[in-house]
Nanobody, 129 residues
Framework: QVRLVESGGRSVQAGGSLRLSCRAS????????MAWFRQAPGKEREGVAS??????????ADSIKGRFTISQSQDSAKNSVNLQMDSLKPEDTAVYYC????????????????????WGQGTQVTVSS
């Protein structure tokens, strides 16, 4: 079955850390852009971080720059991406979604949702003050 599955979301105190994981099944993430988005209640979905798996190039939203890091997993399968989130703030509370772009596609705006065609179901992150 072709899908993306996120994991790692939970409740945490402000200043804490979480690592989200997104595993692709049924296809390879090689040669693709992968990204994390988030959506808080009453707000639009926003791009958080993205990575080109081939080049390793990354993009980050200004709101999380310096606190979050996107990377390709280094496990044996290497078919997942992680989002390390440090110095979490209450405003980081949201459902976090993983997304992948089509193979080999040149993505002109790596943090725009319409560049991505496959989405996970999301994982809830709640940061309390």
């Amino acid at each position: 079955q072709v899908r993306l599955v996120e994991s790692g979301g939970r409740s945490v105190q402000a200043g804490g850390s979480l690592r989200l994981s997104c595993r692709a099944s049924g296809y390879t993430i090689d040669g693709r852009w992968m990204a994390w988005f988030r959506q808080a209640p009453g707000k639009e979905r926003e791009g958080v971080a993205s990575i080109n798996i081939s080049s390793g190039r990354t993009y980050y939203a200004d709101s999380i720059k310096g606190r979050f890091t996107i990377s390709q997993s280094q496990d044996s399968a290497k078919n997942s991406v992680n989002l390390q989130m440090d110095s979490l703030k209450p405003e980081d509370t949201a459902v976090y979604y993983c997304a992948s772009a089509p193979f080999g596609v040149v993505v002109s705006a790596p943090l725009l949702s319409n560049e991505y065609t496959r989405w996970g179901q999301g994982t809830q992150v709640t940061v309390s003050s």
